[in-house]
């Protein structure tokens, strides 16, 4: 037996003192010469209007060899990245808007800029988050800004109270029942005027539109507005979409809205 | 002269006396001469006193022999005086009989009674893999798995498991049923196999590679299920049972009915299970570096449901010949949890009140298996294995685009359908076998999410195994084809035009030359210590995922790219095992020992690059490569039992490097402590308390997160009398929030069940002449 032991210890001596090392070190985010005085993804948020072009700067460290960088812009409509991080009510506009790009890099410190237009028909909360790779393929921790986009161009929603509930102070998503009548009650606002404006409970397994009411608009550049949303007393148990659409006078197009839970 | 003195002295009455006298004497001891030379007596068996015929019984010191007659009766006779008999006969202890100068001698014979210490046969069945362990059957396949030290299971769902040994998983752990691997996408570490423990005779695990009748893809262990086999005797068998399980509300039925008369026995078996919502201790969580709520500690979209059945026919001739077909079915569909295709919103988190309904993203997979094996007994006993097998697999997922171009028309993500041929010739004799396999896989695929082409596969293999001495000698020499179909997409602008074709896949077609040798050599120190060591070389060829893969893989969440160059894995690897068994049968001390250490040349495992895919929700790419690796591992187990009490412990401890690294594989499995401190009742009932210690997880692979430790309390309350059982069982008693390291979602951060508590109650009904079929009967249905 003691034969086979040492056998044994001596293979698992061989394979230990055989195994290389590696580079295990991430990259990092680092301090970049940002002599422009651009934005960075270390930056806690962005403020960015709709129709312009963002540029953001930052540096990229690794101890020996970078490999590649992506950077993806999407909403941040319906999820945290980071613990702790409270996710706002926001009524966004244009979130199918998103922007992936992936670049190389070279050598242990490189200075990139990520160019990004943000369309007219966005606005809300986007999440930046960037990832980056060395040459040996260890990834970093994501980095993650949050994008404001304001935007001047498109009508914008307004939401005081649902439910006779201050939304901005909701937790989770809202839950109607079948049958029941919810009172919302807000504001639509264009400097263009708004044309046409309506209010819709589209149901998402299938975008049934449930019920919808027309507001009653004339070109005011504000309107008050108080709409009883009838909830069917057949609506299937599931998840709905309150969606809120208005046109402006020079005929720019919106909508934004909120996920609720009917059962 | 003389007439006159002879006269005178007959005449005299002082000589007439004298010669009376000797004459008496004379006569006296002619009287007496003739008495001692003669015996006769009786021969009979002792305690029936009945008579022992044809018994020998030779006279002393004369050496005269006769034998008993048929009423036992002998007579000897010899001219000098008989100081003793001799008495043998047939079975039975000799005797010597002193005669003491009597003329009739009765014998009693004892029967002769041998006491004979542990006899050894040692003879070669292919059948039989003497490094296999027996895994304890629970009615469950996850814990029937883990009931063996080093063999985790992952439970993929209603009856989706994937068996990870010492810490490999997928294509290099093999599951056998009655001898025939089973397919199933078994490449993908999510992909699990559709098995019901309740419908096969016993589970066994066989660690290690090189094992030459189990197939090259064995090279982490083989899992081998064995099939039905038939009663004693003509009569009927009927098992069933029924389990409930709180926690994620999981019910269960089975039944497996089998019926002999004669020759000719019937089988047939059904199961239906359902279960609930997976149960978390965590409230939130971290997935794919997004944080998500959970509201009502359940992993919503996580439900399902699965069915297996079974017939089958067998047909014993003479001599032991034996003819089966069976046909096995399988189905299961599931809800999969909302990240694993696609990105989670935490709306999609909230809907939890629907326990049982789920909806997409889902998955479905089917088997269909008929095989069959004929064996005959002659000079070489012959058997003849085959099979067939269907096995689909789908993934549903609300259609979403990965990079420019039109959404998706359906909600077909991934559709997998895998056609499955086995046939083996085997012929075996005492010292030895050879035999051949054959086995074929065509593999197509389709959705709108590409992931590895159109692939086939085959195997010819050829095998000797032989017993030298007491060792066991095995080679196995493989050819192995692979080939796959091109794959090409339209290319698009991020206007959505289309502006070319993407090649995901070229067309491949590779042979692959390969085998194994095996030498196991038992040890027997005493009759309480035993052991054997293992030497094995062995070689695998990489799998059709591994040369062609090209796509999201949805369960891993990466992009996971294939390399056409890939060659065969190589592997020289030795094995031993030592183990004291209790001297007393009712109880004491034993202890076993495992242990193993390979080196591998080229071992095939996915490796982060450093580039991402250029597509959304792929992330990182990992891309097959081929890196020498060293494993070791040891399993250790004791057990004490006395008159009421019993406690068990094993420990499981796991080493795998890749060299040039130096980083640990992926799906290290943690060093994992089991403990069970147990204590029966009257005949019937036993209460074991239970405690599991997982080890943080900190050997692992490059981008792989550290698993924290875990500890896990469980405690079990049975009561068996014969022919039933009710069991109670809670899992995580104290609903500890815990990630397991060797899931196949761990990568995703999805985290593992919480507290469990199963009621199952079990029923084994027997009539006619049926006895109980030992287990060595079991064993040789393989």
Known sequence: MKIYNVLTVAAAAFGIASCGTTDTEVPTVCDSDNLTGLPSVLFDEIEVDAGSTVVVHDAFCDDTELGEVRWDLHSAEGHEHEEGEEEEFVLNSGTDWAKLETRALTGTKAEEQFSFDVPLEARGVWDLVVSVVDAEGNAAPDVIALVHVENDHIPAFILQTVDGVDPSSWEGEPMWAPGSEVTIAGAVVDSDGVSEAEVLLIRESDETVVWSESLAVNGETSLDFTVQVVVPSDAEVGEYHFEMEATDGTGVEMHTGFHLEVE | MLGTWLCKLMCSPWPRAMASLCLCVLASEAAQGQNTSVVHGHVYHAGHLTPCTSAAVQAWPCGKTVFADEQGHFTVACSNSIDSLSVISHGHEAVVIAVNGRAHVDVELQELNVALSSVEVVSLSADVEPEGIRAQQTGDVLTTLESVAGLRGLDLGAGLIQPVFRGLVGARVSVLEDGVPMAGGRWGADHGVLVDAALYDAVEAVPGGGHVWLGPEAMGGALRLSSIGMLEADGKRTQSGVRYRAGDNAARFHVLHRSRKGRIQWQAGWSLNRHGNLNVAQSSFEYIGRQLELA????????GRGMHGVVGLCVAGDNGDLSTIECRWGSVSQGLFPGIIGVPDQSDLERDDQVYQWELPLQNAMRMQLQGKWRHQGRMQRTVRWSLSQNNRNEFAPPHAHGFGPEPEGDLSLSLAEFHVFGEGKWESQRGGFG?????????TSGW??????HIRQRGSLIVDRLEGRSRIGLRLDVVHNAHEGHTEPLYASDGSEIGEDVRTEALSRWFAGGAVNWYHPLAFSPHLRGSWTLALHSRAPSSYALAANGIHHGTFRFEQGNPLLKPEQTAEVRWQLMKLNKAPSGGFSWDLRGFAALHNGFIHLTPLASFAPIAHAGQVYAFQAKDAFRTGLEAGWTWSGNKVSVQNSLALLGQWALE????????????MRSSVGRRWGRHGNFALQYRWIAEARLTARNESVTPSASLWGMQLGWKPSGCAIEFEVHNLMNAAWLDHVSAYRALGLVAQGRWAS??????????????????KQQQQF
């Open chain 2, 296 to 303: 009502t500690s359940r992993l919503p979209n996580t439900s």
């Open chain 2, 449 to 454: 999410e590409f992931l590895l082409p159109n």
């Open chain 2, 436 to 444: 051949i396999q054959f086995e074929g896989l065509k593999g197509r």
């Open chain 2, 661 to 672: 690294t130096g980083l640990g594989l992926p799906f290290t499995s943690p060093a994992d």
């Open chain 2, 759 to 776: 009621l199952r109650f079990t029923l084994d009904v027997r009539g006619g002449d049926v006895q109980e079929t030992p287990k060595m």
